[in-house]
């Protein structure tokens, strides 16, 4: 194990006694904001104890001077550990992290906010080494830092997003995952039945088997956070749900029919509703969760309320795995402007999930 030399008051009140299994926090997109929250987070002591950076020491060191530099604060010390279960060794005060399997120390030179290949094959190397992590039991579930989508396709990688990738893993580690995005905040939850594609394509994949296993997942999900018989508010994927058939009939002949299925086996769906209301009436209270049709659909609700408090939990891993509810930020990185608000709720969030499938 390797530490930085100088210590930091302020960031000692992260005790580095760690619990037997902690989360992991990978890097993200190496020139985002990613590097600065997770320092900022640390040096807030927002990220407590037993927690584990999967990234490069040079990228994290950098973001660690220019929030010193802007913020006259002191610096984040970093302790480059060989292991998992080195964690309890680590300094108190020290950032711990752990060396990926694939190193890239020469962007800690490379400017803020571009898109870099070489940040995209670091990112998917720090997830890969957090599922590999987490299926051998290591650790009890991982957050990750945003991800550049188009520095994911210059190195080559097939996945538009992170939800995609870690389905592929999880599969790679033989356990394969239908899987799911969900955005919570305090206020509403919604669990997306498409994701990552064009609209034009969302509309063809809304079929009556992703709209029951998606209600299915939902369903078996909400047992993580207290809820093992969630209300579940299904949204329409045409104006007004259809008006009857008026305007779509995949109400009529999609989602009514899925909806039935899903109640049949004793899950607590309703709808569909008309997408416009839908969401209003669950921040209400009456629903626990909100099924949408396509990603801008359910995602515009909850980040209007606020990214700060948002976070993005993949349903059906077999693990947990959280993130915080906005995207890379290219336009403020290195500034010191990022705020680490959703990066922490998004490790609450990892720590009650890995909770309940403890319990």
Same mark, same amino acid.
């Given at each position: 194990?390797?530490?930085?030399?100088?210590?930091?008051?302020?960031?000692?009140?992260?005790?580095?006694?760690?619990?037997?299994?902690?989360?992991?926090?990978?890097?993200?997109?190496?020139?985002?904001?990613?590097?600065?929250?997770?320092?900022?987070?640390?040096?807030?002591?927002?990220?407590?104890?037993?927690?584990?950076?999967?990234?490069?020491?040079?990228?994290?060191?950098?973001?660690?001077?220019?929030?010193?530099?802007?913020?006259?604060?002191?610096?984040?010390?970093?302790?480059?550990?060989?292991?998992?279960?080195?964690?309890?060794? $680590?300094?108190?005060?020290?950032?711990?992290?752990?060396?990926?399997?694939?190193?890239?120390?020469?962007?800690?030179?490379?400017?803020?906010?571009?898109?870099?290949?070489?940040?995209?094959?670091?990112?998917?190397?720090?997830?890969?080494?957090?599922?590999? &992590?987490?299926?051998?039991?290591?650790?009890?579930?991982?957050?990750?830092?945003?991800?550049?989508?188009?520095?994911?396709?210059?190195?080559?990688?097939?996945?538009?997003?992170?939800?995609?990738?870690?389905?592929?893993?999880?599969?790679?580690?033989?356990?394969?995952?239908?899987?799911?995005?969900?955005?919570?905040?305090?206020?509403?939850?919604?669990?997306?039945?498409?994701?990552?594609?064009?609209?034009?394509?969302?509309?063809?994949?809304?079929?009556?088997?992703?709209?029951?296993?998606?209600?299915?997942?939902?369903?078996?999900?909400?047992?993580?956070?207290?809820?093992?018989?969630?209300?579940?508010? $299904?949204?329409?994927?045409?104006?007004?749900?259809?008006?009857?058939?008026?305007?779509?009939?995949?109400?009529?002949?999609?989602?009514?029919?899925?909806?039935?299925?899903?109640?049949?086996?004793?899950?607590?769906?309703?709808?569909?509703?008309?997408?416009?209301?839908?969401?209003?009436?669950?921040?209400?209270?009456?629903?626990?969760?909100?099924?949408?049709?396509?990603?801008?659909?359910? &995602?515009?609700?909850?980040?209007?309320?606020?990214?700060?408090?948002?976070?993005?939990?993949?349903?059906? &891993?077999?693990?947990?795995?959280?993130?915080?509810?906005?995207?890379?930020?290219?336009?403020?990185?290195?500034?010191?402007?990022?705020?680490?608000?959703?990066?922490?709720?998004?490790?609450?969030?990892?720590?009650?999930?890995?909770?309940?499938?403890?319990?």
């Amino acid at each position: 194990m390797t530490t930085d030399l100088h210590t930091d008051s302020a960031a000692a009140s992260s005790s580095s006694s760690a619990p037997s299994r902690p989360l992991a926090l990978t890097l993200g997109d190496a020139l985002g904001i990613g590097p600065e929250i997770i320092v900022r987070a640390w040096r807030e002591a927002r990220i407590g104890p037993g927690v584990v950076v999967i990234g490069e020491p040079a990228v994290l060191r950098r973001a660690a001077r220019a929030l010193r530099r802007l913020h006259d604060v002191p610096e984040v010390p970093i302790a480059v550990i060989d292991a998992v279960a080195d964690l309890a060794e $680590v300094p108190p005060g020290a950032l711990p992290v752990l060396l990926p399997g694939h190193r890239e120390p020469a962007l800690a030179e490379a400017p803020w906010g571009t898109v870099d290949a070489r940040a995209g094959r670091l990112a998917a190397a720090c997830i890969r080494d957090a599922v590999a &992590l987490a299926m051998r039991g290591e650790i009890a579930g991982l957050v990750t830092a945003p991800i550049h989508k188009e520095a994911l396709a210059a190195a080559g990688e097939p996945f538009p997003g992170h939800t995609e990738l870690l389905a592929d893993e999880s599969a790679r580690h033989g356990r394969p995952a239908d899987v799911r995005m969900m955005l919570a905040n305090e206020e509403l939850r919604t669990v997306l039945v498409t994701i990552h594609c064009a609209l034009r394509e969302a509309i063809d994949r809304v079929t009556f088997d992703a709209v029951l296993s998606t209600l299915r997942i939902s369903h078996a999900s909400a047992a993580l956070w207290g809820q093992p018989r969630p209300r579940i508010a $299904v949204a329409g994927l045409n104006p007004h749900a259809g008006e009857g058939g008026l305007f779509g009939r995949e109400e009529i002949e999609i989602i009514a029919p899925a909806i039935a299925a899903a109640r049949a086996e004793g899950i607590d769906a309703q709808g569909p509703f008309p997408p416009d209301t839908i969401f209003m009436r669950a921040r209400r209270g009456e629903f626990d969760l909100v099924l949408a049709m396509y990603h801008d659909q359910g &995602l515009i609700p909850v980040k209007y309320l606020g990214v700060e408090q948002g976070v993005n939990v993949t349903l059906g &891993l077999p693990f947990v795995r959280t993130s915080p509810d906005h995207g890379t930020a290219f336009d403020i990185a290195g500034q010191g402007r990022a705020e680490a608000d959703s990066l922490a709720a998004a490790l609450a969030m990892a720590r009650r999930l890995a909770a309940g499938a403890a319990g």
